[in-house]
């Protein structure tokens, strides 16, 4: 097994541009989400998705779109990137939703954005 | 709204020693709580995760402790080795969010 795999590793944009970071895992994990990890902010949320077809927003989704249309793919949309949006960000995925009898949460090795 | 507060922030400590981390939580209705370690410029990759029902969990020279009641949990590292310099985050996943809110992390560097 793969794990979770985000692509691209390494991007930098213009204010304004638009891109998707994508993430699959081939684990048939439930849950998935995306989070941003900026120096002294820790880990924050941005959304997550519990299944296919359902997602939900975390802390931070202003600016950030995301679907689920299938159990693998979560991919994260910046529709018009602003360099408040520049950092690093994680998919992570997990067997079941989060919860009582949740599982571990496995993570990806991060993309790391740039916006100009 | 959950705050996850992780002391120290970084310590150095000389190979060999036995450390604790700490890690303390406002909301106490949480379903379990996880660790992880995170080295430079990777991923996180889970360590331990304790359910609400125990009170330890083990792995090799690690050992988490969990007192949910008082909001805190402690991630005991023995014999400490240089390879297990990184960052460790705790994580409680539960309460009145029900999503996993994360500690900014201790910083540990274990020197030769």
């Known amino acids: 097994n793969a794990g979770v795999t985000q692509t691209p590793k390494f991007q930098v944009l213009k204010t304004g541009q638009s891109m998707t970071l994508q993430c699959a895992q081939d684990m048939n994990h439930e849950y998935m989400s995306w989070y941003r990890q900026d120096p002294g902010m820790g880990l924050r949320l941005i959304h997550y998705s519990v299944g296919a077809g359902i997602t939900d927003q975390g802390e931070v989704p202003n600016g950030y779109n995301v679907s689920r249309s299938t159990t693998e793919d979560f991919p994260l949309r910046l529709l018009s990137a602003a360099p408040s949006q520049t950092s690093v960000y994680f998919c992570?995925?997990?067997?079941?939703?989060?919860?009582?009898?949740?599982?571990?949460?496995?993570f990806g090795e991060g993309s790391r954005l740039t916006v100009l | 709204k959950q705050e996850v507060t992780q002391i120290p922030a970084a310590l150095s400590v000389p190979e060999g020693e036995n450390l604790v981390l700490n890690c303390s939580f406002t909301d106490s209705a949480i379903y379990n709580l996880q660790w992880f370690r995170q080295d430079p410029g990777k991923g996180l990759t889970s360590l331990l995760l304790?359910?609400?029902?125990?009170r330890e969990q083990t792995s090799g020279r690690l050992n988490a402790s969990l007192d949910k009641s008082s909001g805190r949990s402690t991630l005991y590292i023995a014999a400490s080795q240089p390879g297990d310099s990184a960052t460790y985050l705790c994580a409680p996943n539960g309460g009145a969010t029900n999503k996993l809110i994360f500690g900014t992390g201790t910083l540990l560097a274990v020197q030769p």
């Open positions: 304790i359910q609400s029902s125990q």
């Open positions: 992570a995925s997990s067997p079941r939703p989060l919860g009582l009898n949740t599982g571990e949460l496995f």
